[in-house]
């Protein structure tokens, strides 16, 4: 079977030949080429559409996977957090800074020095990290659409594209 590309370029070729026919004759010849060519682009969208319905449910497939992955991968850790708590609690209570175990061994030790900022209005301007100005395209598209107006330095793309239900 002709790839979609080469059904397009001829469906294209036949209709620019059409256009040029001088007689009926060769016009209702054209015609029914069309329509031949026609069909096969249509058989060529039921499969593509086919492919597509299958590729979708795929990536659906993957992506629920990849969840299920990641609540797995988070619940691990949290169990992990929750041990490494637990055995610090029993350490403490314990007063035992070390415990030899048959596979390595337990230690207490401090963890690097974090800071939590409550109140960031009160941090002098010196800790400051200058960021740049982020520019909101939603609100940008959206006024566009209401008003038309358009900016310097903005280009709004309105493409066209294809679905398939």
């Known amino acids: 079977m002709a790839t979609l590309y080469d059904l397009s370029k001829t469906y294209s070729d036949l209709l620019f030949m059409y256009d040029a026919a001088e007689d009926d004759e060769t016009r209702d010849r054209l015609l029914e080429s069309l329509a031949s060519v026609g069909d096969s682009l249509t058989d ?3 499969a593509y559409a086919r492919i597509i319905k299958n590729k979708e449910a795929e990536a659906k497939a993957l992506k629920a996977e990849a969840d299920r992955l990641t609540e797995k991968r988070k619940a691990a850790e949290a169990a992990v957090t ?3 708590a637990a055995m610090l609690d029993a350490m403490q209570l314990a007063q035992v800074d070390e415990m030899p175990t048959s596979i390595g061994k337990w230690r207490t030790m401090y963890n690097p020095v974090s800071c ?11 800790y400051l990290i200058p960021q740049p100005d982020k520019i909101d395209k939603k609100k940008l ?3 566009y659409k209401r008003t038309g107006e358009v900016f310097n330095g903005v280009e709004f793309k309105h493409e066209l594209g294809v679905r398939f239900r």
């Open 44 to 46: 060529k969208a039921d």
């Open 82 to 84: 929750r041990l490494k």
């Open 116 to 126: 939590e900022i409550i109140n960031p209005e009160c941090i002098p301007a010196r």
């Open 141 to 143: 598209i959206d006024d």
